[in-house]
């Protein structure tokens, strides 16, 4: 039998090993730290904290308050009491205050306090992407990419559903930044996402009209990310692919490439004219090495030419 790496054990398993391992110990690690820091709190005062947990930074004053008050309003508490309480968390050390921003602190207290606060309830996370600012919504993108784990990405099945954020390419368009962020976070339901907004949605005239400038560029963005995973590589390469489509000519025969006839390391090139390489520029995207296993990303090498 042929030996699979050092100890017979195959290196991709061991990989996701790894992966699972580090994830339990993060998750060990918050709830020692909530025990140890929050045995202090009432019940209302562990629950205010929790909702301040769901963001990397809340904005509390002037402009950003917006932030604090989507909180509130999606979790049905009191920003007055939010706000009187936290001196109080800033005096325990549990909040940092930065400007017109807090922060709840350590970072792997907040990321347990804010899954224990979805956890208990899921409809907060559905209300909060209705009503949170653009910059609200991707700092709460931020913070569940950062929790991961087999119940975010549960959350997010939600959240990048059809009747979830991104109905279609409007809500695309509103949000052109939000897909970059969770596109590690569950690259398989972003990938489903893009599938039904870019492929089953529209033809290719919309495509080539409504998948332009920024959009774009975040659009391919994500995908870039999707083509680390084994199991997003296809699909995305499938949609890159749509996106490199010139407009149909009638005059000439109809001819289709399609990845299935695609090397790993023979990607489309796609222009892109809303980025720092404006001018008509192309971006070909090479894949260094071939994708990892399911859940390990591997960063693609990328090339821009004139």
């Known amino acids: 039998m042929k030996q699979q790496g050092s100890f017979g054990r195959n290196p991709d398993a061991a990989s996701q090993d790894l992966d699972e391992s580090l994830g339990d110990l993060k998750t060990r690690v918050g709830e020692s730290l909530a025990r140890q820091l929050t ?3 009432t019940p209302d005062e562990l629950k205010h904290l929790r909702i301040l947990s769901l963001l990397p930074t809340v904005g509390v004053e002037g402009n950003y308050r917006d932030e604090l008050e989507a909180l509130c309003k999606s979790a049905g508490v009191s920003s007055g ?4 309480e936290l001196a109080d968390f800033e005096r325990e050390g549990l909040l940092i205050r930065r400007g017109s921003f807090v922060a709840v602190i350590p970072s792997l207290l907040a990321n347990h306090l804010a899954l224990t606060a979805l956890s ?33 990405q549960a959350f997010l099945r939600d959240i990048l559903g059809p009747r979830g954020v991104f109905k279609n390419v409007s809500d695309l368009e509103a949000n052109p930044r939000l897909l970059n962020e969770l596109s590690l976070a569950d690259p398989s339901a972003v990938l489903e996402c893009l599938t039904r907004l870019i492929k089953k949605n ?11 400038r ?85 960063r693609p090498g990328m090339v821009a030419t004139a």
Do not use: W, Y
């Open 81 to 84: 009491d939010m706000l009187a």
């Open 39 to 41: 045995s202090n709190l």
């Open 120 to 152: 208990d309830r899921q409809e907060v996370l559905d209300n909060l992407f209705a009503i949170l600012p653009p910059r609200g919504r991707l700092a709460l993108a931020r913070r569940l990419s950062e929790i991961g784990g087999k119940k975010v």
């Open 214 to 298: 920024d959009l774009r560029s975040h659009v391919i963005s994500a995908l870039e990310d999707l083509l680390g995973f084994e199991a997003t590589f296809a699909g995305a390469v499938e949609l890159l692919f749509l996106l490199a489509q010139p407009s149909p000519d009638p005059r000439l025969p109809r001819r289709t490439i399609g990845p299935s006839k695609l090397s790993r390391h023979q990607l489309p090139k796609i222009s892109c004219d809303s980025c720092a390489c404006r001018g008509g520029r192309i971006f070909p995207i090479h894949c260094s090495s071939p994708p990892g296993p399911s859940g390990t990303p591997v």
């Open 202 to 212: 529209l033809g290719p005239e919309e495509r080539r009209e409504q998948i332009a």
